[in-house]
């Protein structure tokens, strides 16, 4: 683990103080605070005005019982949660997550990491997220339904275009988001379309955001190999996970000459040799709503299903973990290494342990870090809400090409931050380094709020 500056280690003691048994919440602090040591070095202003220790506190956390009612009738109780982290660049933006792990630590340890993020895309967007307790899996759209406008019951008090713009996550896809924007048009009488992203095409959603952040991170990734003069073409790849960001990382992947060679879900994980087949995944996943285990038995030859083990023991030249949060292990990292990997890129939000992302480090391996590598979603979100404003609607062609700009940029610039501070090709402290100074300068000067 890096060691923090001296000036900056009070700093993060006070967060694990008023923060207890947040473990996500400490890993997304200390991992920001281990890179800012050279921009405190450089630019001692930084570190006056308790302005780092703002960054670190969010400036409204909301707490929420959710009740619905299921189909046998019987009530529910879930509990939601609205992290408004940080407003300094604009509205609070990011996604709700519906999901049996979500806790208020997990929902501010994105909303952490979306500060960041969202300040790499060079977009007005501020930082936030959302999300609930309630496990959509096995439930019947009626009970989504339901439960949907019992979140949005409350949350449509704290949410608006100028105020704060949530969109979806994991559990939360286009059939989730239009319950809630309907349930928020009728509560409010007002047809504000953009309160939400995330939207169906028919009523304000944008071309290319489903897409956007598997197309993002997939793009970060190729910009970061072609700066060695190297490409996805003829590359063994890895992904995990077989969701959204999954699925459509490995049709990226597949347009820029890749073999995807393996994909997994929470219950084990498919390989083939021949390749991955996307339209089959999109069938199971997209369609039907199965697990990927059906994959190898509708395949047949050449595909293979393992419950037992990881993903990452399967040799790949580019690995892109797309699934969740600390998926990726120190041991999987080491594997990756032995087993020749020269790339990997976060699809999902620090799907990498820092004892992985140490090991990357020190292989010299590419790392491309989420806060970096997964704007893609969050930046066609502030595309479709620009799409809102001025009541217009691009072609997908105009939306990717916009996407690939912004994610070329937001490489760009993470490279050459590395460049400046002394650590070159060190994405991460780029990115950390790019996303602090650009919420700091506007922090100082909206003066102490």
């Known amino acids: 683990m890096t060691k923090i500056d001296e000036k900056l280690e009070p700093i993060l003691d006070e967060v694990l103080r008023r923060n207890a048994g947040e473990t996500e919440f400490h890993q997304a602090v200390r991992e920001v605070l281990e890179s800012l040591g050279r921009v405190v070095a450089k630019h001692p202003d930084y570190a006056e005005n308790a302005l780092i220790e703002r960054i670190c506190e969010p400036e409204r956390q909301i707490i929420f019982r959710v009740p619905w009612i299921d189909d046998e009738g019987r009530?529910?109780?879930?509990?939601?949660?609205?992290?408004?982290?940080?407003?300094?660049?604009?509205?609070?933006?990011?996604?709700?997550?519906?999901?049996?792990?979500?806790?208020?630590?997990?929902?501010?340890?994105?909303?952490?990491?979306?500060?960041?993020?969202?300040?790499?895309?060079?977009?007005?967007?501020?930082?936030?997220?959302?999300?609930?307790?309630?496990?959509?899996?096995?439930r019947s759209d009626r009970e989504i339904m339901r439960f949907c406008q019992s979140y949005m019951l409350e949350l449509h008090r704290h949410i608006g275009e100028h105020t704060d713009v949530p969109a979806g996550d994991i559990g939360v896809g286009g059939r989730e988001i239009g319950y809630m924007f309907g349930q928020y048009k009728r509560l409010t009488n007002r047809y504000e379309a953009g309160v939400l992203t995330g939207k169906g095409l028919s009523y304000g959603g944008s071309r290319a955001r489903k897409e956007a952040t598997g197309y993002g991170a997939t793009y970060f990734v190729q910009r970061m190999l072609e700066k060695r003069r190297l490409g996805f073409e003829g590359k063994r790849v890895v992904v995990s996970g077989s969701g959204n960001v999954a699925i459509y990382t490995m049709e990226k992947v597949l347009a820029f000459g890749g073999t995807v060679v393996a994909c997994s879900d929470s219950g084990g994980y498919v390989t083939d040799e021949a390749g991955i087949d996307l339209d089959l995944v999109k069938e199971i996943k997209e369609v039907r709503r199965e697990r990927i285990s059906e994959y190898a038995r509708l395949k047949g030859s050449g595909a293979h299903y393992l419950e037992k083990g990881s993903v990452w023991d399967v040799p790949c030249e580019v690995a892109m973990p797309s699934a969740t949060q600390n998926e990726l292990s120190g041991k999987d990292a080491r594997v990756l290494v032995e087993n020749g990997v020269?790339?990997?890129?976060?699809?999902?939000?620090?799907?990498c342990t820092p004892e992985a992302v140490s090991v990357f480090r020190e292989a010299k391996v590419l790392f491309a870090p989420g806060k970096a590598a997964n704007a893609g979603g969050v930046a066609t979100s502030a595309l479709e809400m620009q799409q809102n404003a001025s009541r217009d609607s691009w072609t997908f062609e105009q939306t990717e090409g916009r996407l690939a700009e912004i994610m070329g940029n937001i490489h760009d610039t993470c490279?050459?931050?590395?460049?400046?501070?002394?650590?070159?090709?060190?994405?991460?402290?780029?990115?950390?380094?790019?996303?602090?100074?650009?919420?700091?300068?506007?922090?100082?000067?909206?003066?102490?709020?």
């Not at 909303?111 to 959302?130: V, Y």
């Not at 100074?437 to 922090?443: I, K, L, N, P």
């Open 415 to 449: 490279a050459e931050t590395a460049e400046e501070y002394g650590a070159p090709d060190d994405y991460v402290l780029g990115a950390n380094i790019a996303g602090f100074v650009r919420v700091a300068e506007a922090m100082r000067a909206l003066g102490v709020i």
């Open 342 to 351: 020269i790339a990997v890129g976060e699809g999902a939000n620090m799907p």
């Open 75 to 138: 009530v529910r109780i879930n509990r939601g949660f609205r992290v408004q982290f940080n407003s300094a660049l604009g509205p609070y933006k990011g996604g709700i997550r519906f999901h049996p792990s979500v806790n208020l630590g997990i929902i501010k340890f994105l909303g952490f990491e979306q500060i960041f993020k969202n300040a790499l895309t060079g977009l007005p967007i501020g930082g936030g997220k959302g999300g609930s307790d309630f496990n959509p899996r096995g």
